[in-house]
């Protein structure tokens, strides 16, 4: 995935909660009863396939947690086309935004420097600026950006291999076991655990190839986190905020990756139960989401490096 791209000066409050304001748009689509990182080329809230978001002045991707809250604002707003940039951004390329139009938050890290024990050290803290998508501008017309249309889909019983993905899978190294069980990273063994493809059926939101691939990439996105790859701190039990920090990594990471394969994230059965589960999450840490998008990205860039 391309660098980041470059941000537009903060107008940030000095007393704003900015991990607070990301999270919060979050809650916002899951007190909906929608789940942006999931189903994310496919949103049953839109009717256009999603790609991931392009800065459309410097043609880099957007990453982390801004590729949340830019899905989060198309499936709010229904935008048709996943190109976006800063006000100056887009003036410079002679483009006006239409007025009335409304920003989508974005945010960014810049740091001030604090001492301690007569060490001047750098601090981190968290900051946000605003872009329009292309479809705000007074040049953009419907018709010339044709969305792309939903795949159609088939009832999808029978698993279909994937070429790319499998070569994507192969180069990175990764042991993967197939058996008869439930799938899972072994950090232990260092070993995926997969069950068979035979062994995935299509749902009524996914077919059996979308469900096996979007379930493999989720627990590869676990192997990236051991020491020596990206050394991410795994947790010890479910419930501990290690733990699940860990499981919102993997769901980011897949949903990041599954979108650049053209596959939806796929719907996990417990729909109601799942979306509680991250309310309940999210609303005892505000800082967990931004952390999590932060370390998904981290894992894809690594994955990706791994490709000959």
């Given at each position: 995935m391309p660098e980041a791209i470059e941000t537009q000066p903060a107008a940030e409050a000095p007393k704003l909660n900015v991990y607070q304001m990301v999270t919060n748009t979050i809650i916002e689509q899951l007190e909906?009863?929608?789940?942006?990182?999931?189903?994310?080329?496919?949103?049953?809230?839109?009717?256009?396939?999603?790609?991931?978001?392009?800065?459309g002045t410097t043609e880099k991707y957007y990453r982390g947690i801004n590729i949340i809250l830019l899905w989060c604002s198309s499936i709010k707003n229904k935008f048709p086309i996943q190109e976006w940039a800063g006000?100056?951004?887009?003036?410079?390329?002679?483009?006006?935004?239409?007025?009335g139009e409304k920003g989508t938050m974005i945010v960014y890290y810049d740091t001030f420097q604090k001492e301690e024990d007569g060490e001047v050290k750098k601090i981190p803290f968290l900051k946000y600026s605003y872009v329009f998508n292309r479809s705000q501008l007074e040049s953009f017309e419907p018709a010339e950006q044709e969305a792309k249309p939903?795949?159609?889909?088939?009832k999808g019983t029978k698993f279909e291999p994937i070429a790319e993905i499998d070569t994507f899978l192969e180069n990175t190294k990764a042991v993967i076991e197939?058996?008869?069980?439930?799938?899972?990273?072994n950090p232990v063994s260092d070993k995926i655990l997969m069950p068979f493809p035979e062994n995935f059926h299509g749902t009524k939101t996914a077919t059996a190839t979308e469900n096996y691939y979007s379930t493999h990439l989720h627990e590869l996105i676990h192997w990236s986190g051991k020491e020596g790859r990206c050394d991410r701190k795994f947790g010890k039990k479910f419930g501990d905020e290690k733990y699940a920090t860990e499981e919102l990594v993997a769901e980011f990471g897949a949903a990041f990756l599954c979108t650049g394969f053209g596959l939806p994230t796929v719907e996990k059965g417990d729909h109601s139960g799942y979306i509680s589960h991250w309310l309940k999450v999210l609303k005892?840490?505000?800082?967990?989401?931004?952390?999590?998008?932060?370390?998904?990205?981290?894992?894809?860039?690594?994955?990706?490096n791994l490709m000959p």
């Open positions: 909906q009863g929608v789940i942006p990182w999931e189903k994310s080329w496919a949103s049953t809230a839109l009717n256009y396939a999603m790609d991931l978001p392009l800065n006000l100056r951004q887009w003036n410079k390329d002679d483009e006006q935004v239409r007025a939903l795949k159609k889909k088939t197939k058996y008869d069980g439930t799938p899972c990273y005892e840490d505000s800082r967990i989401v931004a952390t999590a998008a932060n370390e998904a990205s981290k894992a894809v860039d690594y994955l990706n």
